[in-house]
């Protein structure tokens, strides 16, 4: 069994937390580490764990992970659950970690969790780096490549985003970012002050770490990373504002967000999210699960996991700065705009709902019942022959999709009501699909089975049938993911991960013909390949 | 050398953060004390030092007190500055705190600071009881006095509130509240939907102990007392919406506010206010100074004193909550409304500012650079020949009253800016006068010689002299502050402390002829009687 390799940027992570003073935990009653292996599996904790059961380990969509909870387990059984999961969800870690770390993370979560430190706006300023002065910046594009058709791809495990040419299928070049970037987003068009033209050719990427990089894609190849800072140890989610003129990013760990300038990456204003859930018990770690740009507001959307609190942040005036908290339910994960722009649809999962805000109003709209654990990714929006217009959800929990009305004015029956559900052969993280499409795509890839894993299933709009199951790769502990169209709407882009060796370039993209659904091509040399973002339709809204 | 006694309110405090589960600190390196000694010691601190150094002693308006600023200091050097106060601005404690106390509190600080509790809305929920229920309050007054021209006064370390009949002087009844309530509010003129005979009815207490109490002063004496909640472990400030459908209180610790029914005081909503201050630094106390409700806006306004946030919240949908956060200046204490309740004028003492929020536009408006630590309790607002409208305020840190114009329409030139400023013979905390008056009177409750702390002084709205020098009492170990008109402004009614006899009935009140400045009365039998609320001044704004 392979152990994992970090790559510099996880070093910098773990080296960041440790010189910014986190504090290391006195050991509890039970069980204790020696200082390094409590150090060693503290970060790996904190990069495979922390996501469900958070840093503090409350729990969230996975269970609490307090002494409390795990010292009447004990060692033994607490190294079972980390190798080979748990009915409740819990996936098998015995494929990825060694028999000593599962024996130290057993150890380490009967231990006394150690409480990271939190960051100033004056250390996020300190981070801040310029690679290409705004000055420099070319008036047009440096080479003859159509980039609205570029893929900017997340390559998970390398730290690294690839600029692929969606005309050529070539691989452009390989950008350092964070590690483990989460999402990737542009400037999209808008009720928009800055050139038109320029929509889409601005990148932000957020990574696990916190890092936040700057993307031209109009530069030559080696000077597209024009910018960089860091506003968290732990993070998730980053927007544009619709003027172009703030990029916003979201804290796991300090649970906060941050408005930084679009142009400069310098951080102006830091937000606390801590406060208190749904129930009204407080929440030290009130995480930020994910944060979008209105099309039609000058808000930013800024979910809060644990509070259940969706937040709309008015981006017109930050020294006096104005927030909507509506209360929904608990968990908050990712969500996406309906396609007028006005209402923001969002899975709470662990409350197994579609939560609906209505942005003109700043009110919640609506919460709809759903199958267990949604989990939308980027989301999907399309016109349904009975319902009219509808979103898609997959579910972390269940083979299932479930289909919503979603347009209040033309179909009030319709509206955020279930219209139709579809089976699944397992569960799965993201929904895709397009406006010239007749099809609607799901991967399934928190199935154990390989079989189920490595395929992706489309169905059609019309009848509501699977209509093929596609085994996108049959390599051994390879899986498959994501979906993304590309710029006209007829290719589909499915992302190959090698789970066994995550870090080395043994991923692919593969890209299917979205009206046959046979497969046109295979890019190689691609990192644990993850979220894929096609410009055009990124900037357009075209899901 | 007396003990403080602390009355039957102060024990349910301590037994109140006990079992909510206080985590009792881990000895420092330095010097230690018993765990009783440490929890005797811990209330002490709560009781007399937390307001201006915090519960985790980061520092406020005193200085930090963690470890490592204590530690280097020493026993011996500590026990002095507690012992004999320090030119910085730190008190004397001799007289009030016996040697023991003295040298326990300097171990105590020497340790590493307990940290309170949280506290939940379902706990607050469980500390509500109804004394009288809604539907047997009375349809009009059970006595046949003015209850208009009522006074509900404060006896700070009785935890009562005094009900005075301000046509007869007479005290009408104690009521039993929280522990050394700081504030007491009643519904006031607004643009208001409940019954206008009804406005002044209902009076609202809050205690240095979270406790809420709801006076009906249209009840018998024995029956004024209708309702009670608990919304914090420590708190100051609280007040009625002008709909007079909530309650809103904010807490030291935890450091939120909650917004309460204001017929029931059920607890319905509560808001942390952690949160970063104006340098971007995270505070994790980030305590609520003051809460006002606006005169013309669905709006209460909240000051977060170590953050320097200034948060209007809007009360129309508690679910879908609107606050907007101005940045302005730490720390924020307490403040008062212009006449024509627009603008908000609040005193952020450590940086000698009066700071000034537009609650229309909500924004800051202005920064108005005083004299040394401003604290001007109520305020006090008037018409200055040349200036305008013009607003004042007494300074904790100098014996000088600041002098801004307040009319930003009619008087641009003057607004915001000082007009005068007029020195006193000593530091104090309080101002106030009245519309139909040609003085303005400023206590001097910060200087350390009796004789000044002793006197009131006067001064002229036309010719801008101190006039009067009034010596409220002689009697050793008595202070006077605060001052209130009755309803039509012929008296000025002033309090006395029995600053060595606090917890017995040897304080009082001298009632002033407004116009010839004699003393015509005095009201005997009070406990440390601070603030006064005169009905029908406060319910109309009449400052």
């Given at each position: ?19 910014a003073g986190?504090?290391?935990?006195a ?5 204790t ?19 469900c059961?958070g ?19 004990g ?34 979560i ?27 910046y ?34 452009i ?26 929509v ?56 906060h ?15 606390s ?28 959307i ?12 008015d ?43 209505d ?7 609506k ?5 267990k ?10 016109i349904?022959e ?23 004015i ?7 009501k ?9 569960p ?51 899986a ?49 390949p993850?979220?894929?973002f ?10």
């Open positions: 069994m392979k152990k994992l390799k970090f790559g510099l940027s996880v070093i910098g992570l773990a080296i960041g937390m440790a010189t986190v504090s290391t935990a050991p509890a009653k039970g069980p580490l020696s200082e390094k292996v409590f150090e060693e599996t503290s970060l790996l904790y904190f990069q495979r764990c922390a996501g059961h840093v503090l380990r409350k729990g969230a969509t996975g269970k609490n992970l307090e002494p409390e909870s795990t010292l009447t387990k060692q033994v059984r607490l190294e079972k659950i980390i190798a080979y999961g748990t009915e409740g969800g819990m996936n098998n870690f015995d494929d990825i970690f060694s028999k000593e770390q599962i024996k130290n993370l057993a150890t380490f009967q231990m006394e969790p150690p409480v990271p430190p939190e960051m100033s706006l004056a250390q996020m300023k300190s981070f801040t780096k310029e690679f290409v002065a705004p000055k420099d070319p008036t047009k594009p440096l080479h003859g490549r159509n980039w609205k058709n570029f893929f900017v791809v997340i390559e998970r495990d390398a730290g690294t985003a690839a600029i692929i040419d969606g005309d050529t299928k070539e691989i070049t390989h950008i350092n970012t964070g590690y483990a970037v989460h999402v990737i987003k542009g400037t999209e068009h808008h009720k928009t002050e800055h050139p038109k033209d320029e889409g050719r601005f990148w932000y990427t957020i990574g696990r770490d916190g890092k936040v990089n700057k993307i031209d894609l109009w530069q030559t190849p080696e000077k597209m990373l024009v910018a960089e800072t860091k506003m968290a140890y732990d993070a998730r989610d980053i927007a544009v504002s619709g003027d172009g003129k703030y990029v916003i990013a979201g804290g796991y760990w300090p649970p967000f941050v408005i930084m300038d679009a142009v400069t990456l310098d951080p102006l204003k830091v937000v999210t801590r406060g208190y859930n749904t129930k009204g018990d407080y929440i030290n770690e009130a995480r930020v699960a994910a944060i979008y740009t209105s099309p039609i507001q000058s808000s930013f800024v979910a809060v996991k644990e509070t259940g609190q969706m937040l709309q942040v981006y017109n005036d930050l020294d006096n700065l104005t927030i909507t908290s509506m209360a929904s339910a608990e968990f908050l994960h990712d969500g996406f705009f309906d396609p007028t722009g006005r209402y923001f649809q969002i899975a709470a999962n662990a409350s197994n709902k579609m939560v609906v805000i942005t003109k109003t700043r009110k919640l709209e919460m709809i019942d759903v199958a654990l949604p989990h939308p990714g980027p989301g999907a929006n399309w349904d009975e319902c009219g217009p509808v979103g898609g959800t997959t579910h972390l929990g269940e083979g299932s999709v479930s289909i919503w009305g979603n347009d209040p033309g179909h009030p029956d319709q509206a955020w279930l219209c139709y559900e579809v089976e699944t052969d397992g799965g993280v993201f929904i895709r699909t397009h406006e010239t499409s007749d099809y609607v795509w799901v991967d399934q890839l928190k199935h154990p089975e390989p079989e189920v894993q490595q395929s992706v299933q489309v169905f059609d709009k019309k009848t509501h049938e699977i209509v093929k199951t596609i085994r996108v790769t049959e390599e051994e502990g390879k498959a993911l994501h979906m993304e169209f590309n710029d006209d709407g007829t290719e589909v882009w499915v992302s190959v991960w090698n789970r066994v060796d995550a870090s080395n370039p043994t991923g692919e993209i593969v890209v299917y013909d979205a009206k046959t659904l046979e497969e046109k091509h295979r890019i190689k040399g691609l990192t644990t993850t979220g894929k096609n410009v055009y339709n990124r900037m357009n809204h075209k899901t």
